[in-house]
């Protein structure tokens, strides 16, 4: 009987079921693992670094948190509410590495954001050729950003550009990360529950809140400040027997005839009994009367006119641009600084501390936005040739902005600080034809916001920006490549040899 031979009819089907098998478990492992990363309550992260530098400030972590509770249509409901749009294209070349920080920001926000149940928080890429749809969309509601803007912001009707240069900032020559400021900033401001209410006062030839015109319109300005979630009033003084009492703010833009002794004294009343905010923008050539308002917060608007013969201050079309700001840190300048962008505006008057006030340790003045030396204020723009007058006109550097801020007082039941005003020599730089020109929407929105108590300076942690890159000698390469792959190497070593010991015996 001869030997039977080896067979193998067996043990092949077996071999094709036991790979059948190890497929099968490999395609339902993966899909397991991306069902549990799809639910929110599986996503976690540990920041191992002692200072969290990994992690978002405990004041973004809440502020995500009361956002989400926010939500007009419950959990699990409310997918998208708050859609974060960055503009990958309107980053700079050198700025890759400013690009993946927002990323990995965003991101962090979006799980933060999830843990509530529902993921409100969408972040969408838009460059040429994606996403386009949803950049038409919210330019065709709020008008088109800026060439620097590269994070849009949306919720409902409300909207926030942030531009490239608040995402950073230079402390002790170095540049760092501020995105988490600016993102929170930003989140706050659109998913703000109760709108601030701006009335305009009407009846003195302000600009037309609707109005359209390029001179004497502000229908731009009006869009955007209800993009930031305000809500705008007409205000008529001489019928009115007080401020409203759900005002924020008010705004005076550019009267043309004077207030009255009764509107000036509802103002008054307002800003210095009810701890109010107004914003001034006056012209000159024009009487406002609003003189006794003005002396009670040390700010002086003489009837003068800028002479700016510096033509480093004038645009080729002959506007004036102020590029001169304090040297005192203030919220309302931050913005110009931060950008380098000018006010421009043809004919301003100017606005200062009142030299001649009486002390008063509550109240503090900041002069804000400055001209050149050269300049002064022309008490007769009339006459002809103008020319500097030493014991009339008002001598250069000439002050055309000023803040004004009580540190005192009661506000709407809650602890704040006092009344605020700011005024500015000038309306045009809130008219149509010039809103969009320098800083001077910016700067606008920015005092409105102040006034209203919608600014958002958040104080949270900065982080390094940029590249990070290792510069090392040849010697340093050689050592570092040595330490690498000596334990490699031992392992190979001690590997070949176990290999030709086998072999041998």
Same mark, same amino acid.
């Given at each position: 009987?001869?030997?039977?031979?080896?067979?193998?009819?067996?043990?092949?089907?077996?071999?094709?079921?036991?790979?059948?098998?190890?497929?099968?478990?490999?395609?339902?492992?993966?899909?397991?693992?991306?069902?549990?990363?799809?639910?929110?309550?599986?996503?976690?992260?540990?920041?191992?670094?002692?200072?969290?530098?990994?992690?978002?400030?405990?004041?973004?972590?809440?502020?995500?948190?009361?956002?989400?509770?926010?939500?007009?249509?419950?959990?699990?409901?409310?997918?998208?509410?708050?859609?974060?749009?960055?503009?990958?294209?309107?980053?700079?070349?050198?700025?890759?590495?400013?690009?993946?920080?927002?990323?990995?920001?965003?991101?962090?926000?979006?799980?933060?954001?999830?843990?509530?149940?529902?993921?409100?928080?969408?972040?969408?890429?838009?460059?040429?050729?994606?996403?386009?749809?949803?950049?038409?969309?919210?330019?065709?509601?709020?008008?088109?950003?800026?060439?620097?803007?590269?994070?849009?912001?949306?919720?409902?009707?409300?909207?926030?550009?942030?531009?490239?240069?608040?995402?950073?900032?230079?402390?002790?020559?170095?540049?760092?990360?501020?995105?988490?400021?600016?993102?929170?900033?930003?989140?706050?401001?659109?998913?703000?529950?109760?709108?601030?209410?701006?009335?305009?006062?009407?009846?003195?030839?302000?600009?037309?809140?609707?109005?359209?015109?390029?001179?004497?319109?502000?229908?731009? #300005?009006?869009?955007?400040?209800?993009?930031?979630?305000? %809500? @705008? $009033?007409?205000? &008529? !003084?001489?019928?009115? /027997?007080?401020?409203?009492?759900?005002?924020?703010?008010?705004?005076?833009?550019?009267?043309?005839?004077?207030?009255?002794?009764?509107?000036?004294?509802?103002?008054?009343?307002?800003?210095?009994?009810?701890?109010?905010?107004?914003?001034?923008?006056?012209?000159?050539?024009?009487?406002?009367?609003?003189?006794?308002?003005?002396?009670?917060?040390?700010?002086?608007?003489?009837?003068?006119?800028?002479?700016?013969?510096?033509?480093?201050?004038?645009?080729?079309?002959?506007?004036?641009?102020?590029?001169? #700001?304090?040297?005192?840190?203030?919220?309302?300048?931050? %913005? @110009? $600084?931060?950008? &380098? !962008?000018?006010?421009? /505006?043809?004919?301003?008057?100017?606005?200062?501390?009142?030299?001649?006030?009486?002390?008063?340790?509550?109240?503090?003045?900041?002069?804000?936005?400055?001209?050149?030396?050269?300049?002064?204020?022309?008490?007769?723009?009339?006459?002809?040739?103008?020319?500097?007058?030493?014991?009339?006109?008002?001598?250069?550097?000439?002050?055309?902005?000023?803040?004004?801020?009580?540190?005192?007082?009661?506000?709407?039941?809650?602890?704040?600080?006092?009344?605020?005003?700011?005024?500015?020599?000038?309306?045009?730089?809130?008219?149509?034809?010039?809103?969009?020109?320098?800083?001077?929407?910016?700067?606008?929105?920015?005092?409105? /916001?102040?006034?209203?108590?919608?600014?958002?300076?958040?104080?949270?942690?900065?982080?390094?920006?940029?590249?990070?890159?290792?510069?090392?000698?040849?010697?340093?390469?050689?050592?570092?490549?040595?330490?690498?792959?000596?334990?490699?190497?031992?392992?190979?070593?001690?590997?070949?040899?176990?290999?030709?010991?086998?072999?041998?015996?």
């Amino acid at each position: 009987m001869s030997k039977p031979q080896d067979d193998f009819s067996i043990v092949r089907p077996i071999r094709r079921w036991n790979r059948a098998i190890q497929a099968l478990l490999a395609i339902g492992l993966a899909v397991m693992i991306n069902f549990l990363a799809s639910q929110s309550s599986f996503r976690f992260r540990e920041d191992l670094t002692r200072d969290h530098r990994h992690s978002l400030a405990v004041e973004s972590v809440e502020t995500i948190r009361a956002a989400g509770r926010k939500s007009p249509l419950g959990a699990k409901q409310n997918k998208n509410w708050v859609r974060a749009l960055v503009l990958s294209d309107n980053f700079a070349e050198g700025d890759a590495g400013l690009r993946n920080q927002l990323s990995k920001l965003l991101e962090a926000y979006k799980l933060e954001a999830s843990q509530t149940g529902s993921e409100w928080f969408n972040i969408s890429q838009i460059s040429n050729g994606l996403n386009q749809e949803l950049l038409s969309e919210v330019a065709a509601q709020h008008g088109p950003p800026a060439r620097t803007t590269v994070l849009i912001l949306t919720c409902g009707n409300r909207v926030k550009y942030v531009n490239a240069a608040e995402l950073v900032a230079t402390n002790d020559q170095r540049i760092v990360f501020r995105g988490e400021e600016a993102v929170t900033s930003a989140l706050l401001e659109v998913t703000e529950d109760q709108a601030a209410i701006c009335y305009i006062t009407r009846g003195h030839g302000e600009l037309g809140l609707e109005d359209a015109s390029a001179l004497r319109g502000m229908s731009q #300005l009006s869009r955007q400040l209800r993009n930031r979630n305000f %809500v @705008l $009033r007409s205000l &008529d !003084l001489t019928t009115a /027997a007080e401020i409203p009492r759900d005002a924020s703010m008010i705004l005076i833009a550019g009267p043309q005839t004077t207030f009255s002794t009764a509107e000036a004294e509802l103002l008054r009343t307002y800003l210095f009994e009810r701890n109010g905010r107004v914003l001034m923008l006056l012209e000159p050539g024009r009487v406002h009367g609003l003189e006794v308002v003005l002396s009670d917060w040390a700010v002086f608007s003489p009837d003068a006119e800028l002479q700016e013969p510096d033509p480093t201050y004038r645009t080729p079309d002959g506007d004036i641009a102020l590029r001169r #700001l304090t040297d005192k840190p203030h919220p309302l300048t931050r %913005v @110009l $600084r931060e950008q &380098d !962008l000018p006010l421009i /505006a043809a004919r301003i008057r100017p606005s200062r501390f009142d030299e001649g006030s009486t002390p008063d340790s509550t109240l503090s003045v900041t002069p804000l936005i400055f001209t050149s030396d050269q300049s002064w204020g022309e008490a007769d723009p009339q006459k002809q040739p103008v020319k500097f007058d030493p014991s009339r006109d008002q001598p250069g550097p000439v002050c055309i902005a000023t803040a004004a801020e009580r540190a005192a007082g009661i506000r709407k039941g809650g602890n704040s600080s006092g009344g605020r005003l700011v005024v500015i020599g000038t309306s045009e730089i809130a008219a149509n034809s010039r809103i969009n020109r320098g800083g001077n929407q910016a700067f606008i929105v920015q005092c409105a /916001a102040w006034l209203s108590d919608r600014d958002r300076a958040v104080s949270l942690p900065s982080r390094s920006t940029g590249v990070y890159q290792v510069n090392a000698t040849a010697s340093d390469f050689w050592t570092l490549a040595w330490r690498f792959c000596f334990i490699p190497l031992a392992v190979l070593a001690v590997g070949l040899a176990i290999s030709i010991w086998r072999r041998r015996s």
